[in-house]
DNA sequence: CGGAATCCTCTAAGATACTG
DNA sequence: CAGTATCTTAGAGGATTCCG
């Protein structure tokens, strides 16, 4: 996992916010997680959110969690209790990119039954 | 590169398009490629594009342009001279995928200021 | 239950050299 | 100029075990 943005051009890198919104999204599962956050159930527990996920295993499921609360974006609620529960939800910050996530869904409804696939 | 869609379990895979679009434009360069590939110049040669994205690597770039052209997001004109040129441009299935490329943008122009980066 | 720690695998990406 | 062909490598991700 990398904490650090992608290295791109200066060209690219000072006009715009790509590299930077690429930086935090990029990653096997991160956005598939941010998504599987929206909906009906927006606050879900570690091993749901792992049923949900299919093959996603422990480990990086459990560092992807860390990086996409570290930057902002999940929100980590610890109850302490025995056995433990923690909740998982999107923060405000992470809410902003459902919009982002929608229209990539939508676009894969669209496109994925055109002729050319 | 993968050619496959990432594997995710029957719930999210069938009600929605999420994985569709990911598995087209994830990989380290596919979506910065889309993304210069809009804009002011958007009929590139491949050598440009290479100087644009930085530090991509001649097979890496080639590939790329490749799994991109056979998804049918961009158009790859040859011209039949020497010394050769070659153009890439996005084709109408990649432009619509501009909004969502647009999208991703301003949402980093506007986060990378957060107080929490 | 929700992890952490350890070890291991595999493949996307890089470096370099060459060519029509 | 626009690529291929080989070979190499980093590091993301997997499998397994252990723990509070």
């Known amino acids: 996992m990398n904490e650090e943005a992608v290295d791109i051009p200066c060209e690219l890198q ?8 690429l930086s935090r999204v990029s990653g096997k599962y991160k956005m598939i997680i941010l998504y599987s956050l929206t909906g009906a159930t927006p606050v879900v527990r570690f091993n749901e959110l792992k049923r949900r996920l299919g093959k996603i295993s422990f480990r990086t499921l459990s560092l992807t969690l860390k990086e996409l609360e570290s930057d902002g974006l999940i929100i980590r609620k610890e109850y302490p ?3 433990p529960k923690v909740e998982y939800s999107l923060s405000q910050r992470g809410q902003s990119l459902i919009p982002v996530l929608d229209m990539m ?3 894969g409804n669209i496109h994925s039954n055109d002729p050319l696939n």
Not at 14 to 21: I, K, L, M, N, S
């Open 81 to 83: 209790q025995i056995p």
């Open 14 to 21: 000072e006009e715009t916010g790509f590299a930077y919104t």
């Open 105 to 107: 869904c939508e676009w």
